[in-house]
């Protein structure tokens, strides 16, 4: 079994108390405030090496650093293969910042697109920006609706209702 295999099953367990899940996901996130707290203050470092040798550089444990690699994936300008990573699987953490960000806010985790560190790399006006983008993504924009007796869309010049309306 993998490690983001193994991550998964100990972090969504439907067997697990729920206290006890939820004590797990407030430690994980206190832990990964302070990773991302390090990493945006200098946010265009390129930060690399192994599983293994990033946990120990950021105080986590492999298993905890496996579940921070798999919540930045999509925000990296080069994904790591998380699918079949080990202990000594070489990763990056090279992330774009307006991704991070808008990825942030989408995951709603105010603790971390809330950083102070997150005004030095973008003024308010591009934050409020890429806030407002991020919440645009999954907002549904339906057409106009297309009355019975109105010109059939597909442009044959029947009325809807004796064309694609039946």
Wanted: glycine share 8%; proline share 4%; hydrophobic share 35%.
């Amino acid at each position: 079994m993998g490690l983001l295999e193994t991550w998964r099953e100990t972090a969504y367990s439907q067997e697990a108390d729920k206290k006890q899940l939820e004590q797990f996901w407030a430690d994980y996130f206190k832990q990964e405030k302070g990773v991302y707290e390090q990493l945006l203050e200098n946010p265009d470092e390129a930060v690399s090496g192994t599983v293994k040798e990033l946990a120990e550089k950021y105080g986590l444990s492999v298993m905890t650093m496996v579940g921070f690699l798999d919540g930045i994936n999509d925000s990296l300008k080069q994904p790591n293969p998380i699918e079949e990573m080990e202990e000594d699987t070489v990763v990056s953490l090279d992330f774009d910042n307006e991704s991070l960000y808008r990825n942030m806010v989408d995951a709603k985790a105010e603790w971390l697109y809330g950083l102070p560190a997150w005004e030095k790399i973008f003024d308010e006006e591009k934050r409020r920006a890429l806030y407002l983008e991020a919440k645009k993504m999954h907002t549904v924009v339906k057409g106009p609706k297309v009355g019975r007796n109105d010109p059939c869309p597909c442009g044959s010049g029947k009325k809807y209702k004796y064309c694609c309306g039946r």
